[in-house]
């Protein structure tokens, strides 16, 4: 047989069901607006609001260290500028430096033999005495004579090429104008019918080592004519 209920338990039943459902949409309805709150509370502000009436620029707080950040790069670019140009220049010092210290070298690698070189220079002018004392004749008549001539000879022109390896060059400036940084006059000789101060003999040739001055020329110079005018002035000063 079927069990039968009293009326007044289905209506409790359905008032529990119904009670259950609204509650339901009840808490629904909180979440809803907690949800709603939480996004409203989470969106970024607007950064074109106005403030009192007046807008609000949104790029004020990031203008500041961009300029900053200018003033920086502007002074770093200055300060490698600054050590540019001191490491330049102390290149630059640092090849003339060295470029002064080879040339020091060189010269004394080229003239530190002058002191020596001078003291031959006289050798071989006895060298050429000697030569120049024996006559002509005396060594066609004397065999002995001719050999020590041909000697003598053969001694001068090896002096000469050791002159010539070591930078060392004979100065014979005969018929050359005097040159008061190489020759030294002696005396002038009148009615040579050369141009006033130009060199007619030589008493002591010259000498020079590297193009430099090692010994000057004893020289005489052709003298001007008294009746030509005015005398040439020679300067005998170096």
């Given at each position: 047989m079927p069990v039968s209920f009293p009326w007044w338990t289905t209506r409790r039943?359905?008032?529990?069901?119904?009670?259950?459902?609204?509650?339901?949409?009840?808490?629904?309805?909180?979440?809803?607006?907690?949800?709603?709150?939480?996004?409203?509370?989470?969106?970024?502000?607007?950064p074109t609001l106005e403030t009192n009436g007046q807008p609000v620029a949104a790029n004020d707080g990031a203008a500041a260290p961009e300029a900053g950040g200018e003033d920086r790069v502007a002074k770093l670019e200055a300060e490698v500028a600054s050590l540019k140009d001191q490491l330049l220049r102390a290149m630059a010092e640092t090849e003339n430096t060295r470029r002064r210290a080879q040339r020091d070298r060189e010269d004394a690698s080229k003239f530190a033999v002058s002191s020596f070189a001078k003291d031959l220079v006289g050798v071989a002018d006895n060298l050429r005495r000697a030569l120049e004392a024996v006559p002509p004749e005396?060594?066609?008549?004397?065999?002995?004579?001719?050999?020590?001539?041909?000697?003598?000879?053969?001694?001068?022109?090896q002096l000469l090429g050791a002159f010539e390896r070591a930078g060392i060059k004979k100065v014979d400036p005969t018929g050359e104008p005097f040159d008061p940084n190489f020759h030294?006059?002696?005396?002038?000789?009148?009615?040579?019918?050369?141009?006033?101060g130009t060199v007619v003999q030589v008493l002591q040739p010259g000498?020079?080592?590297?193009?430099?001055?090692?010994?000057?020329?004893?020289?005489?110079?052709?003298?001007?004519?008294?009746?030509g005018g005015a005398a040439q002035h020679i300067d005998t000063t170096a």
């Amino acid at each position: 047989m079927p069990v039968s209920f009293p009326w007044w338990t289905t209506r409790r039943k359905s008032s529990a069901g119904l009670s259950a459902e609204a509650d339901a949409r009840e808490n629904n309805k909180v979440e809803t607006n907690e949800r709603d709150m939480s996004d409203t509370n989470n969106t970024p502000a607007d950064p074109t609001l106005e403030t009192n009436g007046q807008p609000v620029a949104a790029n004020d707080g990031a203008a500041a260290p961009e300029a900053g950040g200018e003033d920086r790069v502007a002074k770093l670019e200055a300060e490698v500028a600054s050590l540019k140009d001191q490491l330049l220049r102390a290149m630059a010092e640092t090849e003339n430096t060295r470029r002064r210290a080879q040339r020091d070298r060189e010269d004394a690698s080229k003239f530190a033999v002058s002191s020596f070189a001078k003291d031959l220079v006289g050798v071989a002018d006895n060298l050429r005495r000697a030569l120049e004392a024996v006559p002509p004749e005396g060594r066609e008549k004397d065999e002995m004579l001719k050999s020590l001539a041909v000697g003598v000879e053969a001694t001068e022109r090896q002096l000469l090429g050791a002159f010539e390896r070591a930078g060392i060059k004979k100065v014979d400036p005969t018929g050359e104008p005097f040159d008061p940084n190489f020759h030294q006059v002696m005396f002038e000789i009148e009615n040579t019918g050369k141009p006033a101060g130009t060199v007619v003999q030589v008493l002591q040739p010259g000498y020079t080592i590297h193009g430099r001055l090692l010994r000057e020329a004893m020289v005489g110079v052709a003298k001007a004519p008294a009746d030509g005018g005015a005398a040439q002035h020679i300067d005998t000063t170096a």
